[in-house]
């Protein structure tokens, strides 16, 4: 795309993407004008909170900012800086704040500097409310349904004094081709789908991501094979609920449908996907898994807990026992798949009865690796109205002991492989240890193996000589494969 040749001066266009190319030829401007001052162009940060569809989002921010002539850094403490938000747990709110804090402190030094927030937290009205009397130093404020925009409300921020704020209640829109700057060059996230319709009853992402819309599979497919072009060897699609990918659309498919399509892409080595909902998870996907070459053996399946009372009351739709048949169905098809999941402690009218049940479905299930979080309470949530809350502290204990048992059979499973041959994907330069590079395993897991930066982005078959915990140290047993 050559930016230069826009005409600036004419009207914006009224199409997508072209408005958004019109406006990032339009901040090249400002950012020239900058460099004419200066002398150096302007720097701009963006920091990520939360999941990988919020890191997704943030590679197109970045993408946006590099096309208009920033130089991207990691230095919060530079000409332009931008917080992309999460608000699933009440901890993530609060380091958004915190760290606010900080960028006033390089902006009363830099007076120049843009501040901008947008993502998950920005959805929520009480946040709004809250920034506007207390963070008044930030220049831009946006939401999640609108962030396709952000070329143009960066350049309406370039362009004006105050505060700009521009948050949607929903959208139906999905806008395609915009720029994208990926952080790794060999592997990359895909949205295929946006939103969630579950509303499990502790959940705010349904508030603040909206209704579940999936993209067409040929706009998926086709990103893919550009991708691939440019050198990705493993791509991971994302949504809050894959499960349900396709359904809504004119022509409805299945996610096992589109697995297979992308399965066909030529070049591609890896596949993966998140999330997974149980409830949703058809055999036609087991059998689909079951058959590919290229989709990893690893399936992150969010159990929230061992109750079949609490997942009711959470909304799940899928009992305790359901889960457990439906684990034994995939490792029945798939023996060497690595199941991880998702835990929450403390549900509200949780009881110690119920969480023995969550801790005996993880010795059940004996999950590869498991996230476990503590409850907490969003406001405009059903459990957030559910009257029998738990005080954090009387949380904690069960939380531990809780903890210890996930790492314990985390710790056992990852055991299992020791003197395996597997295939690992270079990821990076070990930074801890000189001389090693540390890669992954088609079932999640990492291994250290001696080499350098130039085995980055290869796929390797590696013996994995000695396990440490939840990771293995290992060795390339013959040269790279050429890609
Ligand atoms: N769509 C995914 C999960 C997205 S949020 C799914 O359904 O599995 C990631 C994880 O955060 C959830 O699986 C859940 O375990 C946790 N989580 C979500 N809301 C939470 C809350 N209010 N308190 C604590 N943990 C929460
Ligand atoms: Fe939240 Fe449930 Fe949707 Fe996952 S499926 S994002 S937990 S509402
Ligand atoms: Fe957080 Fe939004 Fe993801 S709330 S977990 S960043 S969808």
Redesign the pocket.
Known sequence: MDFNSFDISAEAPIEEPARQYYFIARCRRHVTDFFEKNHRYPTACVTTFGCQMNARDSEKLAGILRQAGYVLTEDENSDFVIFNTCT?RDNADQRVYGRLGELNGYKRRNPKMKIALCGCMMQEPDVIEKLKKSYSFVDLIFGTHNIYKFAELLCTSLETQGTIIDIWKDTDRIVEDLPVERKYPFKSGINIMFG?????S?????YV?GRERSREPKDILREIERLVDDGVAEVMLLG??VNSYGKNLEVPVTFAQLLREVERIEGLRRIRFM?S?PKDLSDELIQVMKESKKICRHLHL?L?SGSTRILQR???RYTAEQYLELVRRIRREIPDIAITT?IIVGFPGETPEDLEQTIDMVRKVKFDNAFTFIYSRRTGTPAAAMEDQIPEAQVKEGFDRLLRVVQETAREQAAKHRGKIMEALIEEVNESTPGYVTGRLSNNMIVHIPGNERLIGKLLPVSLDECRGFYYIGHAVSGPKEN
């Open positions: 699933v969630c319709d579950n509303f499990c502790y959940c705010i992402v349904p991501r809050q609920n999330t909902h969010p929230q959470m909304n799940r998702d």
